[in-house]
Nanobody, 124 residues
Framework: QVQLVESGGGLVQAGGSLRLSCAAS????????MGWFRQAPGKERDLVAA????????YYSDSVKGRFTISRDNAKNTVYLQMNSLKPEDTAVYYC?????????????????WGQGTQVTVSS
């Protein structure tokens, strides 16, 4: 069974940085694309960033482009989200997710496994 465990969330001031990690188990990590989503209270769960199996392809939503970086370490079965220049509107629960093939998942429907989420709060 695929398991995804996020860590690294917390409280940070606006302009600060956080790095989220997602440890995966249950299947060959390097064979699948990964993504990070976020969900603020009362809002939809939106894709923030995605990465293909090798790390050579990435996607970012317009709201985080230039501030966030997704990366992966296939030897450690871990995907990361480096978040810089954080803003109060980045406050949300952040979820790690994975889909069914090596590709770059740019829609929520592509993803089939989800982590439990980690809270990120950015104070002004």
């Amino acid at each position: 069974q695929v398991q995804l465990v996020e860590s690294g969330g917390g409280l940070v001031q606006a302009g600060g940085s956080l790095r989220l990690s997602c440890a995966a188990s249950g299947r060959t990590f390097s064979s699948y694309g990964m993504g990070w989503f976020r969900q603020a209270p009362g809002k939809e769960r939106d894709l923030v960033a995605a990465i293909n199996w090798s790390g050579t392809g990435t996607y970012y939503s317009d709201s985080v482009k230039g501030r966030f970086t997704i990366s992966r370490d296939n030897a450690k079965n871990t995907v990361y989200l480096q978040m810089n220049s954080l803003k109060p509107e980045d406050t949300a629960v952040y979820y790690c997710a994975t889909g069914g093939d090596r590709g770059l998942g740019t829609s929520r429907a592509w993803y089939t496994y989800w982590g439990q989420g980690t809270q990120v709060t950015v104070s002004s």
